[in-house]
């Protein structure tokens, strides 16, 4: 089953390549070079559904993706699916920086109890009449840190505890992450879809 990653990002490919792999026997991920398209989407759901359905549309192939990002409960869910752009500029350590000012204006109380979230969607163009279409959810709970600690992993990971470790996600190694993390939930559950219709 040939399935195309709608995502220009190198690490979500490779993130998936191991989360799936071994999940979906004959799976062969394949990388997208089509344009992106605008993620105007009202919810991690909808902007999931909005990258693979315009992967799908542009190769003919079946798409997945996901869209992910960081809520933080003292700045009422933000960035939330502004995640990505939440410093003005796509830019990982530029986020950082400014979600850890924005806590550091509230004061030393503030509550750094936080989430990642994480919607994988599923669109089949293959399907004769409507394409068929399916998101899964996964949510990662944790908190803030007061600074950036860890080289691995990417985005916000430098300073997200995740609940029950007392390191950052850039502390543990890419298969400890992978094994609990929003993306790797969201996409055990999109891997018994994905398997389901592998079989026939």
Request: proline share 5%.
């Amino acid at each position: 089953m040939r399935v195309v990653v709608a995502t220009h990002n190198a690490h979500k490919v490779e993130e998936l390549q191991r989360i799936l792999g071994a999940e979906v026997p004959g799976l062969e991920l394949v990388a997208y070079d089509g344009p992106a398209p605008e993620e105007d989407g009202d919810s991690f759901a909808a902007n999931a559904l909005i990258k693979a359905r315009a992967a799908a549309e542009h190769t003919g192939l079946p798409a997945i993706a996901d869209d992910s990002g960081i809520s933080v409960d003292a700045l009422d869910g933000a960035p939330g699916i502004h995640s990505a752009y939440y410093s003005g500029a796509r830019d990982d350590a530029a986020n950082v920086q400014h979600l850890l000012a924005e806590l550091a204006a509230l004061g030393d109380g503030a509550d750094r109890t936080a989430r990642f979230s994480c919607a994988a969607a599923l669109v089949d163009p293959t399907v004769e009449g409507e394409p068929f279409e399916t998101v899964e959810l996964g949510v990662w709970p944790g908190a803030v840190a007061h600074a950036v600690a860890g080289g691995g992993g990417f985005g916000y990971d430098p300073v997200f505890i995740p609940e029950g470790l007392t390191v950052t996600s850039a502390e543990i190694t890419a298969d400890e992450k992978n094994a609990i993390s929003h993306r790797a939930r969201a996409f055990a559950a999109l891997a018994v879809v994905l398997r389901a219709r592998a079989e026939g």
